[in-house]
C-alpha cells in the first residue's frame, strides 16, 4: 500500500499564481484533511471531507479551494498565491470509524509539500 | 470549535528516564477522540496513541501510556525508558467526525 500520496514534494510560486496540490490515498478512508504547517508551530486545519462530494472548512480555510469528487482523492488548490502561503502542507486521511483492525481510527499523513510564495 | 492548549514549548529528559508531556482540551462534546502524534526531523507526522472518549481505561502503547482525565479536560503522554528516537516535536490532537485539531507542539530532547 502506497498510504497517503501528496504531489508534488517542493514547489515555488510566483505571487498571484494558481495551483493544486494533490492528495490521494489507497486505504479507502472516508475522511481526508489538509493542513499547514508554520515554522515553529502546530498544524492548522484547511478543509476537511467525511466522504465524497461532501468538504467543509476548518481553521484557515481563506485563499483554498478544494474538492472531493472520489473517495481517493481529496486536491487543494490556491486561487492566487499569496506570500503568506509559504508553509508545509499536509494531506490525511483516515477511516470513519473503527478500521478493519477495530483500532484504526485516526489520521495517517501525507510526507507533506514544501510551498514557497515569492 | 474545539480548542488544544499544550503549554510545555520544550522539555527535555535523560535517556532511559520517564517524561511526561502535557494537554488540555476545550469541547462540548462528550464522544471524541484524543491523539498522541510525533514529529521527528524528517518532518513526518507520526501516529504514538490514541484514546477514545467513552473508554475510562487510558490507552497505553509499549513504553507511551496516557493519563485521560475526562472531567478535567486533560490528556497527558507519558513515555518511559526514554530512548534517543524519542526526540522530536509532539502534537495533541482532538478529532470528531472528521475535523481534527492541534496543539502547538512539545519539543523534546532526549539527552544521552
Known amino acids: 500500500n502506497a498510504g497517503v500520496t501528496q504531489t508534488p514534494k517542493f514547489q515555488v510560486l510566483k505571487t498571484g499564481q494558481s495551483m493544486t496540490l494533490q492528495c490521494a490515498q489507497d486505504m479507502n478512508h472516508e475522511y481526508m484533511s489538509w493542513y499547514r504547517q508554520d515554522p515553529g508551530m502546530g498544524l492548522r486545519l484547511i478543509h476537511y471531507s467525511v466522504g465524497a462530494g461532501i468538504t467543509d472548512q476548518g481553521e484557515v480555510p481563506n485563499g483554498y479551494n478544494v474538492s472531493r469528487s472520489t473517495t481517493e482523492d481529496f486536491p487543494l488548490r490556491l486561487l492566487s498565491a499569496a506570500p503568506s502561503q509559504t508553509s508545509v502542507y499536509f494531506c490525511?486521511?483516515?477511516?470513519?470509524?473503527?478500521?478493519?483492525?477495530?483500532?484504526?481510527?485516526?489520521?495517517?499523513f501525507g510526507s507533506g509539500t514544501r510551498l514557497t510564495v515569492v | 470549535a474545539q480548542t488544544v492548549t499544550q503549554s510545555q514549548p520544550e522539555m527535555s529528559v535523560q535517556e532511559a528516564e520517564t517524561v511526561t508531556l502535557s494537554c488540555t482540551y476545550d469541547?462540548?462534546?462528550?464522544?471524541?477522540?484524543l491523539f498522541w502524534y510525533k514529529q521527528p526531523p524528517s518532518r513526518q507526522m507520526i501516529l504514538v496513541i490514541r484514546q477514545e472518549a467513552y473508554k475510562q481505561q487510558n490507552a497505553t502503547e509499549n513504553r507511551f501510556s496516557v493519563n485521560f482525565q475526562k472531567a478535567a479536560k486533560s490528556f497527558s503522554l507519558k513515555i518511559s525508558d526514554s530512548q534517543l528516537g524519542d526526540t522530536a516535536m509532539y502534537f495533541c490532537?482532538?478529532?470528531?467526525?472528521?475535523?481534527?485539531?492541534f496543539g502547538a507542539g512539545t519539543r523534546l530532547t532526549v539527552k544521552p
Open positions: 490532537a482532538f478529532m470528531k467526525m472528521g475535523d481534527m485539531r
Open positions: 469541547t462540548s462534546e462528550s464522544n471524541y477522540y
Open positions: 490525511a486521511s483516515s477511516y470513519r470509524g473503527q478500521g478493519a483492525s477495530g483500532s484504526d481510527y485516526g489520521y495517517t
